[in-house]
């Protein structure tokens, strides 16, 4: 039998995850997921609590970042409730397909 190791140099892999490469393919996915997303907002003709028609369809965007471990890119709404109340939370499904923003970036 033969033994391996197996050397995984940690600096090598960082510097891969935020790479030119990885953050291209990481916009279009979130792109995609973005456009999805809208195209699943609800739209109220009359539009909702004193907010125009398609009020969180407008409001989709994609946040790109990058963290301790690699880069990222979110789906993410700003858009709120006269109240405040973040639109993105009402409309999760079992899988999420867009977070609400809380923060600005």
Request: hydrophobic letters at 35%; a positive charge; proline letters at 8%.
């Amino acid at each position: 039998m033969m033994d391996v190791r197996v050397v995984v140099r940690t600096d090598a892999v960082r510097r891969f995850a935020r790479s030119d490469s990885v953050a291209s393919y990481l916009l279009r996915v979130a792109t995609k997921k973005r456009i999805a997303a809208q195209v699943d907002a609800p739209v109220s003709p009359s539009g909702s609590h004193g907010r125009p028609p398609g009020h969180l369809r407008s409001w989709v965007q994609v946040r790109y970042g990058e963290d301790a471990l690699s880069a990222y890119a979110d789906v993410v709404t700003r858009a709120r409730s006269p109240r405040g109340f973040p639109y993105g939370a009402l409309q999760e499904r079992r899988q999420p397909y867009i977070r609400p923003q809380f923060r600005d970036v």
